[in-house]
């Protein structure tokens, strides 16, 4: 790939940004390709030590707050598109319950799935207590001679040592997939903004 389709690529890829601030992020991406092009690289090389073109969107958008897209996005343009703000006023009744109906469900069984990690998480906590309250136990059957009494509570400690660590590492590997999963949905939902503007249809 050649300098000119990369900054084709990220110049589609960025379309949905403010102009400034499109023309800023690949002003940055000229200047790194012509860094490694003075240390002798070639084009072809330089973007490649770079990466692509859905990489560097990607940065891009995981640099940038949600929330400044979202104001950017919807920020009133010159051209407003009247048919769309008449159909959006008369299904107003309609979409909106819908959307709220869906948003809600999304974040209620998101807040399930955290509250059910967290419930493992007590669970593996209270086991933890069991596994070294045991010890005391043992010790205690031991100064009375009472050898299968120890045994035993060894036996239990154990146990839920086991299980602590067992429970444990389930819920942080589920924590950490909730959390990468979250934060692959926000990355797409910043892609979504920043990327090629559909300015196809007809403006009234």
């Not at 999304?106 to 967290?118: A, G, S």
Request: glycine share 8%; with cysteine.
């Amino acid at each position: 790939m050649n300098r000119k389709e990369f900054i084709d690529g990220l110049r589609d890829g960025l379309s949905g940004m403010p102009e400034h601030e499109m023309e800023e992020r690949i002003s940055f991406y000229n200047e790194m390709i012509d860094e490694h092009m003075a240390n002798g690289e070639s084009e072809e090389t330089a973007i490649a030590a770079i990466g692509s073109v859905d990489a560097a969107v990607a940065q891009i958008s995981s640099e940038i707050p949600l929330a400044k897209l979202v104001r950017d996005r919807v920020r009133p343009k010159k051209k407003v598109n009247v048919g769309l703000i008449i159909l959006l006023v008369l299904g107003f009744p309609v979409w909106f319950p819908l959307a709220l109906a869906a948003l809600s469900i999304m974040f209620t069984v998101y807040l399930v799935i955290w509250v059910i990690i967290l419930a493992f998480f007590i669970v593996d906590l209270a086991l933890a207590i069991a596994a070294v309250a045991t010890l005391p136990g043992a010790v205690i059957y031991l100064m009375s001679s009472n050898v299968p009494g120890a045994v035993f509570a060894i036996g239990v400690g154990l146990i839920c040592a086991g299980l602590a660590v067992l429970i444990f590492q389930g819920s942080a590997a589920m924590g950490g997939w909730l959390l990468r999963q979250t934060g692959n949905v926000l990355l797409s939902i910043k892609k979504a903004l920043i990327g090629k503007d559909d300015n196809s249809n007809e403006n009234i």
